[in-house]
């Protein structure tokens, strides 16, 4: 008995999927750039391949980063994915030790026991059988526990699980009754001929003791081959197209590929790699503080897949970058978004089942040019010569206190510097870049390139986190630039200023922008640590929080704004500090209307520290000037 | 018709009746709190734009609420959504969206004529 | 009637209440967290609007509270009112009882701190000086710079802390306009020369003659006004402050070079105020002062019965609404302790 016609679906199901997977990657392959295409190749067949294979075992099969942040989400995941991998493979190598013949047909191993049914009544035979058992039983608790989260999420940890779409429902359906339809398949078969392990022996047992479990074995072969066949047919029109897509993924980006700032194969393989797992939710302060919950990332790639309007949900983030860190698939999601908000309103895509099968590349309406913005009115730029230019930002002219503080440190360094925005400049281009408009950015990036290359100077110091990321990453200047807090690092390293120890206790907010955005997470900490004991908060470093006052979001309200800074400004005060430090103007302005406890920018508690060498006349006439709040 | 009698010039009124509003409408529908400007003029004070162009967002905000869009069409493009006035405004006015929203609005607009 | 009630707060609406309360028989216990009573009045010079010296206002208020009846507790901190069989018992900072059968609550406001507005500089320009900061200098007779030149050009800043939500003040605090008006009309009679400009979003002159005072002080005094929100402050190499403001009405920015820049702080919640709020659970509004009954006709009610509340600790109010208010505190107090505490 080598063949039943139950085995139909699943075999229809099976090499649809794989034919579908092999030209689905063609695809994406064949539409990634040169470059990555050659990074792609050369990944491929060199040693990134074993880290590959590393991650693929650690992340999609066991869900290490899920299991690290939620146990049992992380179980949840690990034995339906971990546990149906063991599955196949025990299965393909039981048909193949046990089986009448080698080299079997995929259908054999996976219906092993209806062609089997004499099979594991004793010795090796019946511990492999007690093994198979262990793992259904392994993969079938996993799935209580999706049954239990579907119906309440808050068992498994999650605040909120991400909402389905009516396939998305019929392919859970198929993938839940896969497990259960084999084990009830098996146990009337192992039943009805006294075989089976613990499981599907006692099972099939006890039910033959009441059914006949003879008849009622076959119908139940059929759903689990239906079941099956529909959810591999079903795959790549619902969310766990992700399962293959995945292992593309990490293919890809252990070559090297990066999302960079187009849309393309890589950018489509990410938004079809998320398992709407809802980790990027839960890490949402829009979610937690704001109770905004139709935004989150997992909602902008279930948008992108299928090819929605996502304007609305693009630019309803702060692009914090929280989610990017907690994502388990490793998905650059703030950089995916930002992706977004340039491309503008995507054109709905042409209906029918092929295109849904085949998308094809998303296409944008293309703007009008003349309703763009433009700077044509700025003069011509003008800087003096200097080794360092010292440029505030905008922010920081609403935060006078650390422009001084700067401007005191400076002096106080002994360093020849230029102050280029004393009287404001013209901005630097991120908050454009951030409103999806790079070309208007560009505008105001070369702008401020030539004044900064006509100075000569060597180094471009900046105390706003959101000058500093543009200023690294999109201009184009042969010049160090460096955050405040980098500079003073530096200033006191090569003993060019000195400090006293200000006895408080100080807590470190890092900047979004900073941190996240441009992983500067130590230098501020060690500048804190030569003035102030600085105490640890529950979110340091990649787990910071933002503070709400984001330029990344243009929709939230004033007052989502202020209970967003209320909870991070709760959070980080809990062991009542001294004194709320952060690195940003814009953080520190947002904090302190949030919070009783002072905030300082480390510039200020530098400034405040510093010991000025005591020769009269040496330093400039504003530092000698006593700085101090008038008390009458 | 004879004409007769004094005759006013036309230019010199808003003509609150005639003017298309539908700009500061589609604003309101989208950002509620473009509604609480007072126009204080912190914004225009703070602007990063408006020290080297003619450029006020609090008059601009006023002629669109007005329907007086012929000079806002044009200004509104000059903004570098720096942020800045979001931060100073005691009303808590979104007036970063309101400049996104009135760009769109007004890119609709010549859309729709072309 | 050995009735006693516990007055919280010794400024003008607590002495009041206490000075009727104690005429009318009640034994009455008056608390000040500070050594003398008085409260915001003992910092102010001349008040609005007939700029009468605060000395004589003052020497009324301790008319009122000396009298027999009335325990004068100074430096007494009260943190919380707990009820204890049908009369109420206080808590000190200092861990001492009172026991009382009904409660004033008289916790006043505090002054918005400027700092809090960092934009104007408040605490970092040394010549940029608070309301309070320049009704001290009125009292010394001396109008100076920080580095002791005579200041020529001063502006006011209005609304600081006030109509603001940026600093969660969403309220208009209503007096410090006229302040402003009668602080410009003194600068000018100090300093003949000076110019004085007033920065303000809206003049809001609500009170009795108020709006005389504000045209007096245009027609007499040659206050400027300029209407606008100031944005920020910038201080130059000399020390001079400039202001950058939108000259709203001009419909163009504004850019001034000033000597001294008085901001206009605004009145919130006291701090005392808001411990009693949260310790004895009384309700407060969203400008969190004190949430009142009804706004029409229970004013001086909250949502406990037998605590009443007089004076500015339920919104902002000028001396003579204040002194108003107490009184009518004191009714309210009479007439629950003489109808059986209903």
Same mark, same amino acid.
């Given at each position: 008995?080598?063949?039943?016609?139950?085995?139909?679906?699943?075999?229809?199901?099976?090499?649809?999927?794989?034919?579908?997977?092999?030209?689905?990657?063609?695809?994406?392959?064949?539409?990634?750039?040169?470059?990555?295409?050659?990074?792609?190749?050369?990944?491929?067949?060199?040693?990134?391949?074993?880290?590959?294979?590393?991650?693929?075992?650690?992340?999609?099969?066991?869900?290490?980063?899920?299991?690290?942040?939620?146990?049992?989400?992380?179980?949840?995941?690990?034995?339906?994915?971990?546990?149906?991998?063991?599955?196949?493979?025990?299965?393909?190598?039981?048909?193949?030790?046990?089986?009448?013949?080698?080299?079997?047909?995929?259908?054999?191993?996976?219906?092993?026991?209806?062609?089997?049914?004499?099979?594991?009544? &004793?010795?090796?035979?019946?511990?492999?059988?007690?093994?198979?058992?262990?793992?259904?039983?392994?993969?079938?608790?996993?799935?209580?526990?999706?049954?239990?989260?579907?119906?309440?999420?808050?068992?498994?940890?999650?605040?909120?699980?991400?909402?389905?779409?009516?396939?998305? @429902?019929?392919?859970?359906?198929?993938?839940?009754?896969?497990?259960?339809?084999?084990?009830?398949?098996?146990?009337?078969?192992?039943?009805?001929?006294?075989?089976? $392990?613990?499981?599907?022996?006692?099972?099939?047992?006890?039910?033959?003791?009441?059914?006949?479990?003879?008849?009622?074995?076959?119908?139940?072969?059929?759903?689990?081959?239906?079941?099956?066949?529909?959810?591999?047919?079903?795959?790549?029109?619902?969310?766990?197209?992700?399962?293959?897509?995945?292992?593309?993924?990490?293919?890809?980006?252990?070559?090297?590929?990066?999302?960079?700032?187009?849309?393309?194969?890589?950018?489509?393989?990410?938004?079809?790699?998320?398992?709407?797992?809802?980790?990027?939710?839960?890490?949402?302060?829009?979610?937690?503080?704001?109770?905004? +919950?139709?935004?989150?990332?997992?909602?902008?790639?279930?948008?992108? @897949?299928?090819?929605?309007?996502?304007?609305?949900?693009?630019?309803?983030?702060?692009?914090?970058?929280?989610?990017?860190?907690?994502?388990?698939?490793?998905?650059?999601?703030?950089?995916?978004?930002?992706?977004?908000?340039?491309?503008?309103?995507?054109?709905?895509?042409?209906?029918?089942?092929?295109?849904?099968?085949?998308?094809?590349?998303?296409?944008?309406? +293309?703007?009008?040019?003349?309703?763009?913005?433009?700077?044509?009115?700025?003069?011509?730029?003008?800087?003096?010569?200097?080794?360092?230019?010292?440029?505030?930002?905008?922010?920081?002219?609403?935060?006078?206190?650390? @422009?001084?503080?700067?401007?005191?440190?400076?002096?106080?360094?002994?360093?020849?510097?230029?102050?280029?925005?004393?009287?404001?400049?013209?901005?630097?281009?991120?908050?454009?870049?951030?409103?999806?408009?790079?070309?208007?950015?560009?505008?105001?990036?070369?702008?401020?390139?030539?004044?900064?290359?006509?100075?000569?100077?060597?180094?471009?110091?900046? $105390?706003?986190?959101?000058?500093?990321?543009?200023?690294?990453?999109?201009?184009?200047?042969?010049?160090?630039?460096?955050?405040?807090?980098?500079?003073?690092?530096?200033?006191?390293?090569?003993?060019?200023?000195?400090?006293?120890?200000?006895?408080?206790?100080?807590?470190?907010?890092?900047?979004?922008?900073?941190?996240?955005?441009?992983?500067?997470?130590?230098?501020?900490?060690?500048?804190?640590?030569?003035?102030?004991?600085?105490?640890? &908060?529950?979110?340091?470093?990649?787990?910071?929080?933002?503070?709400?006052?984001?330029?990344?979001?243009?929709?939230?309200?004033? @007052?989502?704004?202020?209970?967003?800074?209320?909870?991070?400004?709760?959070?980080?005060?809990?062991?009542?500090?001294?004194?709320?430090?952060?690195?940003?103007?814009?953080?520190?302005? &947002?904090?302190?209307?949030?919070?009783? &406890?002072?905030?300082?920018?480390?510039?200020?508690?530098?400034?405040?520290?510093?010991?000025?060498?005591?020769?009269?006349?040496?330093?400039?006439?504003?530092?000698?000037?006593?700085?101090?709040?008038?008390?009458? | 018709?004879?004409?007769?009698?004094?005759?006013?010039?036309?230019?010199?009124?808003?003509?609150?009746?005639?003017?298309?509003?539908?700009?500061?409408?589609?604003?309101?529908?989208?950002?509620?709190?473009?509604?609480?400007?007072?126009?204080?003029?912190?914004?225009?004070?703070?602007?990063?734009?408006?020290?080297?162009?003619?450029?006020?967002?609090?008059?601009?905000?006023?002629?669109?609420?007005?329907?007086?869009?012929?000079?806002?069409?044009?200004?509104?493009?000059?903004?570098?959504?720096?942020?800045?006035?979001?931060?100073?405004?005691?009303?808590?006015?979104?007036?970063?969206?309101?400049?996104?929203?009135?760009?769109?609005?007004?890119?609709?607009?010549?859309?729709?004529?072309? | 009637?050995?009735?006693? %009630?516990?007055?919280?707060?010794?400024?003008?609406?607590?002495?009041?209440?206490?000075?009727?309360?104690?005429?009318?028989?009640?034994?009455?216990?008056?608390?000040?967290?500070?050594?003398?009573?008085?409260?915001?009045?003992?910092?102010?010079?001349?008040?609005?609007?007939?700029?009468?010296?605060?000395?004589?206002?003052?020497?009324?208020?301790?008319?009122?509270?000396?009298?027999?009846?009335?325990?004068?507790?100074?430096?007494?901190?009260?943190?919380?009112?707990?009820?204890?069989?049908?009369?109420?018992?206080?808590?000190?900072?200092?861990?001492?009882?009172?026991?009382?059968?009904?409660?004033?609550?008289?916790?006043?406001?505090?002054?918005?701190?400027?700092?809090?507005?960092?934009?104007?500089?408040?605490?970092?320009?040394?010549? %940029?000086?608070?309301?309070?900061?320049?009704?001290?200098?009125?009292?010394?007779?001396?109008?100076?710079?920080?580095?002791?030149?005579?200041?020529?050009?001063?502006?006011?800043?209005?609304?600081?802390?006030?109509?603001?939500?940026?600093?969660?003040?969403?309220?208009?605090?209503?007096?410090?306009?006229?302040?402003?008006?009668?602080?410009?009309?003194?600068?000018?009679?100090?300093?003949?020369?000076?110019?004085?400009?007033?920065?303000?979003?809206?003049?809001?002159?609500?009170?009795?003659?108020?709006?005389?005072?504000?045209?007096?002080?245009?027609?007499?005094?040659?206050?400027?006004?300029?209407?606008?929100?100031?944005?920020?402050?910038?201080?130059?190499?000399?020390?001079?402050?400039?202001?950058?403001?939108?000259?709203?009405?001009?419909?163009?920015?504004?850019?001034?070079?000033?000597?001294?820049?008085?901001?206009?702080?605004?009145?919130?919640?006291?701090?005392?105020?808001?411990?009693?709020?949260?310790?004895?659970?009384?309700?407060?509004?969203?400008?969190?002062?004190?949430?009142?009954?009804?706004?029409?006709?229970?004013?001086?009610?909250?949502?406990?019965?037998?605590?009443?509340?007089?004076?500015?600790?339920?919104?902002?109010?000028?001396?003579?609404?204040?002194?108003?208010?107490?009184?009518?505190?004191?009714?309210?107090?009479?007439?629950?302790?003489?109808?059986?505490?209903?």
């Amino acid at each position: 008995m080598q063949f039943d016609p139950f085995i139909i679906p699943f075999n229809i199901g099976l090499y649809f999927i794989v034919i579908y997977a092999v030209v689905r990657s063609v695809m994406w392959f064949r539409d990634l750039s040169r470059q990555d295409k050659l990074r792609l190749q050369r990944g491929f067949f060199g040693r990134s391949f074993g880290r590959s294979i590393r991650e693929i075992f650690m992340e999609s099969l066991i869900h290490r980063k899920i299991l690290k942040a939620d146990l049992r989400l992380g179980y949840m995941h690990m034995s339906l994915a971990f546990g149906w991998f063991l599955l196949i493979l025990f299965g393909t190598l039981e048909a193949d030790i046990f089986g009448s013949s080698h080299l079997n047909p995929p259908y054999k191993s996976i219906f092993f026991k209806f062609f089997n049914p004499d099979h594991g009544r &004793t010795g090796l035979e019946a511990a492999w059988s007690f093994w198979m058992d262990l793992i259904l039983a392994f993969i079938l608790s996993g799935l209580i526990l999706a049954v239990i989260k579907r119906l309440t999420p808050k068992v498994v940890g999650m605040k909120k699980t991400t909402k389905l779409r009516p396939l998305d @429902r019929v392919a859970l359906t198929s993938l839940w009754l896969i497990f259960p339809s084999r084990l009830l398949a098996e146990s009337f078969t192992s039943g009805a001929y006294g075989t089976g $392990s613990f499981l599907t022996g006692s099972l099939g047992s006890w039910l033959a003791s009441f059914l006949p479990a003879n008849e009622m074995a076959y119908p139940f072969w059929w759903l689990y081959s239906l079941s099956l066949g529909t959810f591999f047919v079903l795959l790549p029109l619902t969310r766990y197209m992700h399962i293959p897509t995945e292992l593309f993924l990490i293919f890809a980006r252990n070559s090297g590929i990066r999302t960079g700032d187009k849309a393309g194969a890589f950018t489509e393989m990410q938004a079809y790699s998320c398992s709407s797992c809802g980790l990027c939710i839960d890490a949402c302060q829009l979610n937690f503080s704001a109770g905004i +919950t139709n935004i989150q990332s997992a909602y902008l790639m279930k948008g992108i @897949r299928n090819r929605e309007s996502v304007t609305d949900i693009t630019f309803n983030c702060l692009m914090c970058g929280r989610c990017d860190q907690k994502c388990p698939v490793g998905i650059e999601l703030t950089p995916v978004r930002m992706i977004q908000r340039r491309s503008g309103e995507p054109v709905p895509p042409e209906k029918g089942i092929i295109r849904k099968y085949f998308p094809g590349k998303p296409e944008y309406r +293309t703007d009008t040019t003349t309703a763009r913005p433009s700077y044509n009115f700025l003069p011509s730029p003008a800087a003096g010569q200097a080794e360092v230019l010292y440029f505030a930002g905008c922010m920081t002219h609403l935060a006078p206190s650390i @422009r001084n503080s700067m401007v005191k440190i400076l002096d106080a360094s002994g360093v020849r510097y230029k102050f280029i925005d004393e009287d404001g400049g013209v901005c630097c281009g991120r908050p454009l870049m951030l409103a999806g408009q790079d070309k208007e950015a560009r505008e105001l990036i070369n702008y401020n390139s030539q004044l900064i290359r006509r100075s000569g100077a060597k180094k471009l110091v900046t $105390s706003c986190p959101i000058c500093y990321k543009i200023f690294r990453e999109s201009y184009y200047l042969d010049i160090e630039v460096v955050h405040h807090s980098q500079y003073i690092k530096y200033l006191i390293e090569e003993g060019l200023i000195r400090l006293s120890f200000l006895r408080k206790r100080v807590v470190y907010h890092t900047p979004c922008d900073l941190g996240r955005g441009s992983g500067v997470y130590e230098e501020p900490k060690k500048v804190l640590k030569h003035v102030a004991q600085l105490l640890k &908060t529950e979110f340091e470093d990649e787990n910071s929080l933002c503070c709400g006052g984001s330029l990344g979001n243009m929709k939230i309200s004033q @007052r989502q704004k202020q209970s967003i800074a209320s909870d991070a400004a709760a959070a980080l005060t809990k062991d009542d500090p001294d004194i709320l430090a952060t690195s940003c103007p814009l953080c520190k302005k &947002t904090l302190a209307a949030a919070t009783t &406890t002072k905030v300082s920018d480390i510039a200020e508690l530098v400034a405040e520290a510093i010991v000025l060498p005591g020769i009269p006349g040496i330093k400039s006439g504003r530092l000698a000037q006593k700085k101090e709040p008038v008390s009458l | 018709m004879e004409k007769f009698g004094f005759t006013l010039l036309k230019a010199r009124f808003i003509d609150y009746d005639a003017n298309d509003r539908s700009i500061a409408e589609f604003i309101y529908s989208k950002e509620p709190s473009f509604r609480v400007c007072i126009e204080c003029g912190c914004c225009a004070a703070t602007c990063t734009t408006g020290k080297y162009t003619r450029f006020s967002l609090r008059e601009l905000n006023i002629l669109m609420k007005r329907g007086e869009n012929s000079l806002v069409r044009n200004k509104i493009r000059e903004c570098m959504l720096c942020g800045k006035c979001t931060l100073v405004c005691p009303r808590g006015v979104n007036t970063r969206n309101v400049i996104a929203l009135a760009r769109e609005a007004y890119r609709k607009e010549q859309d729709n004529a072309v | 009637m050995e009735d006693r %009630v516990l007055v919280v707060g010794g400024g003008a609406a607590g002495m009041e209440v206490a000075g009727r309360l104690a005429r009318s028989g009640y034994k009455v216990t008056l608390t000040e967290k500070e050594s003398l009573t008085g409260g915001h009045i003992r910092n102010w010079f001349h008040l609005f609007p007939d700029r009468r010296d605060s000395l004589e206002v003052l020497s009324y208020l301790e008319n009122q509270v000396d009298h027999g009846n009335i325990t004068l507790l100074t430096s007494t901190d009260v943190e919380g009112i707990e009820t204890r069989h049908g009369s109420f018992l206080a808590r000190t900072a200092d861990d001492r009882e009172i026991e009382a059968d009904a409660v004033v609550l008289a916790t006043g406001f505090d002054l918005f701190r400027s700092e809090r507005k960092e934009e104007y500089g408040y605490g970092i320009y040394d010549n %940029v000086i608070s309301s309070a900061d320049l009704e001290i200098m009125f009292r010394k007779g001396e109008i100076r710079r920080h580095d002791g030149e005579i200041p020529q050009k001063i502006g006011f800043v209005h609304c600081v802390g006030s109509r603001d939500e940026k600093v969660g003040n969403v309220y208009c605090s209503k007096l410090c306009c006229v302040a402003a008006v009668k602080q410009a009309m003194e600068v000018r009679e100090y300093l003949k020369d000076a110019k004085v400009f007033c920065f303000y979003m809206d003049i809001r002159m609500g009170g009795a003659l108020y709006e005389e005072l504000y045209r007096e002080s245009q027609e007499k005094y040659g206050v400027n006004y300029i209407r606008g929100k100031v944005s920020e402050i910038a201080e130059n190499i000399n020390g001079r402050l400039i202001v950058k403001v939108e000259d709203t009405l001009a419909g163009r920015p504004l850019k001034m070079e000033l000597d001294m820049l008085v901001l206009m702080a605004g009145m919130e919640m006291s701090e005392g105020g808001r411990k009693i709020a949260e310790y004895a659970g009384l309700k407060t509004g969203e400008n969190r002062f004190f949430a009142p009954a009804d706004h029409h006709f229970g004013s001086n009610r909250g949502n406990l019965r037998g605590v009443f509340y007089a004076g500015t600790c339920t919104a902002p109010m000028n001396i003579t609404e204040s002194i108003s208010h107490a009184r009518a505190a004191a009714a309210d107090v009479i007439e629950y302790l003489s109808n059986g505490r209903r």
